[in-house]
């Protein structure tokens, strides 16, 4: 799993947390475990067709920006040119190292790629993805929900369920933390942090 699909797994476990959440449970007038378990596995399937949509739209986006970019940084015709055009899309502390020389040389080299517009066009892989965000936000809702399902104590499943989204929200907490770069331990605590948060202010509200 990369880790930006375990941020989508993040969001789904934190929806259903705050659907399950905020319920009260003890009241005559909630409603039935499983028109509950419908509600949160309707919920991330329609944010997870969504978030795989606007992945698309994204990834189309990102594409077009960037060969306009390449083709303005190709077709400038002095160097001072090209390296402002250049830093549209190159970190500036690369772009420090090099030289005009090896400017001219990189649009020289960047130039063929540019014909024809099959790099633009979104690819089954990405369609893969997408598909992939729509599936992952869908089984996310079922950890928290076999509690629901299994166990016969409304309140005690409730707490099941709600102890294992905090769990695995510390998990993929520590994955998105070794991602970017920080304390893994750090990252977990927050998210399980985050998913306290939420336990305890739907609790608040009454569930």
């Known amino acids: 799993m990369t880790d930006t699909l375990s ?3 993040l969001i789904g476990i934190m929806t259903t947390l705050s659907i399950t959440s905020g319920i009260r449970v003890m009241s005559p007038d909630s409603p039935e475990i499983g028109h509950l378990v419908a509600a949160a596995l309707a919920t991330n399937t329609a944010w997870g067709f969504v978030d795989g949509v606007l992945h698309l739209f994204n990834e189309q986006v990102a594409r077009t920006r960037e060969r306009r970019q390449q083709e303005a940084f190709v077709a400038c015709a002095s160097a001072e040119q090209a390296r402002a055009a250049l830093a549209a899309w190159v970190p500036e502390s690369l772009q420090d190292t090099l030289s005009d020389a090896q400017i001219a040389q990189y649009q020289q080299s960047l130039r063929p790629s540019l014909t024809g517009s099959a790099a633009l066009l979104l690819t089954w892989a990405d369609a893969a993805m997408a598909m992939k965000i729509w599936v992952l936000m869908l089984i996310s809702t079922l950890p928290p929900a076999l509690p629901l399902l299994l166990v016969d104590a409304p309140l005690t499943a409730f707490r099941c369920s709600q102890a294992i989204s905090v769990g695995i929200m510390f998990f993929l907490g520590t994955r998105v933390a070794r991602w970017i770069g920080v304390s893994p331990c750090k990252g977990g605590a927050l998210f399980a ?9 739907c609790l608040l509200m009454g569930g």
């Open 193 to 201: 942090l985050l998913g306290a948060l939420i336990t305890l202010i």
């Open 7 to 9: 941020i989508e797994v």
